[in-house]
């Protein structure tokens, strides 16, 4: 039977914007964890007072995956008890605060025009006994999608779906259809996830869309993570990493905890070692090596940066890790079209990306040219459309340059939807002569 999650829900109206309050916790879960934390800050409190500056080294440091498990449990809490969420919809668009009291935790402000639609979504996690569902509304985006109300029981959620979904309709029907096109809203077929080719003109791969939209008819989203450089050659759209404050905090409290047993561990293994016990450690010592090399590179996103150069020349593609990085160089040649398309390999293991299907496994060229050939045939015939609906992260379409032979010249991938359209719709404008007419 699955566990369904009740919260509180309210629906006001302040002006002209619609409201809606909920929680994030569940009193059952909370009352529990006040158990819990009462216990647990119990035996910190007991190892606080066997606290010696002059305790061997293994004595010190073997207290702190304790305080941390606490300072976690701590936090879990205070979600619980003071967590709750407020939506405000209006002519401007969304605003989502996320609160612990009334001190905001996390915050989006989306415009009007980058809304697509609101539904709802419910995602099962476990299974048996242990099965859960969360759900609540899901705001579609250009970019990430906006969850609202992740503890929304059914009743809850299909009535808040009902009230925002008609708000929407009726703030968008107010609005004028020219503007809201020329602010980058989709026309009814690229909203659908439909080609948007003609049968005459260049066609896009099954599972991609042909971007022919007017230049200048797409804005820079709100959450762009691109910034764009107009030089005298051409345009530049600079990707640089922002300061993880929150997940370096989070990587960090993780590490404690884990290379804190390691190294407990370890001292004991160099008064005794042995064998064994030296082949068992060395799995979990990997393993929090690993973790490290996770926090410094979140302490040094701000030193992440990625570059896209366009000029009438070549394109040029460069990523810096603290200014050091690869450099990649594209000749320009004539250009087909602009294409978007899913990254399906986002989604995979890393150890099954860029891998063949299976059943080209142990295949011979000859065979895998059949299978692609028949495969082209059949794809001409049922045309796949490409899926718009985003990911949670929203970071998995990618922007292809194809060649006026029909291959791939370069691909620009980890995109928004959104920002995918704004750079194609900045390179039409700016070479225009690139592309075959």
Known sequence: MAKSK???????????????RAGRGSWGVAAFMTIWMAGWS????????????????????????????????????????FGNEVLWLGPEGVRHRYRWWFLPVQWRDLPLHELKSVDSFSEVEGSGKNRSVTSGLQFRTYGAPLRFGQSLDHAARVEASRVVGQHLRMLQSKSAGSSARRQGTLPPAAADGLFAASSTGPQARSGGLLLTDEPGSFQRPVECCYRLDRTFEGVDFVWRGKSMLIGSCAILALNLFWNTIVIVFALQLVKDFRLDHFFFLVPFAVIGLAMFVGWLAALLQPFFKERWRFTRAEIEHRFTVCWIGPRWRYNVIPLSHLELRRDEDSKKPFWERGKAPPDESGASEGVVARRSARRAGMTGKMRRPINLQPSQFGRDFMLVLVAADGEPLCTIKHLHEGEARWIADVLRGEFAGWFAR
């Open 6 to 20: 009740k919260s509180q829900l309210r629906v006001t109206t302040e002006g002209n914007e619609l409201c809606l």
């Open 42 to 81: 119990a035996g910190c409190v007991m190892l606080l007072f066997k606290f010696r500056w002059d305790m061997p080294l293994e004595d010190l440091i073997f207290p702190i995956p304790f305080f941390v498990g606490w300072l976690f449990g701590a936090l879990v809490w205070a979600s619980m008890i």
